[in-house]
């Protein structure tokens, strides 16, 4: 009974560990350029930013060769491109 019950501690403080791992990575690489999505060369595709617009719809930001685009994604529809945005002026 007793090596049972110590068996159980040793593999519940085992998966405890192993998920306090996992959380701490998830956590650290928040930040990192790797769960960004850093911008590789020969890349030209790349999402900019993501807007949560209520639980199922999403706006996201993606910009292409240089432009950028606003697509409207989990509608009860089709996924919607709203349209490229105008391009930057570089400030004068």
Do not use: F, H, K, Y
């Not at 990575?25 to 030209?44: D, E, F, Y």
């Amino acid at each position: 009974m007793i090596l049972e019950t110590t068996t159980l501690a040793q593999a519940t403080g085992a998966l405890a560990a192993v998920l306090l791992l996992a959380w701490g990575s998830a956590r650290m690489l928040r930040g990192s350029p790797l769960a960004a999505g850093a911008a590789r060369p020969g890349r030209r595709l790349r999402l900019e930013e993501v807007l949560a617009l209520d639980p199922r719809r999403r706006l996201l930001l993606l910009s292409c060769d240089g432009r950028e685009m606003l697509v409207l994604t989990g509608g009860a529809g089709p996924d919607v491109m709203l349209g490229w945005l105008p391009s930057r002026e570089p400030p004068a």
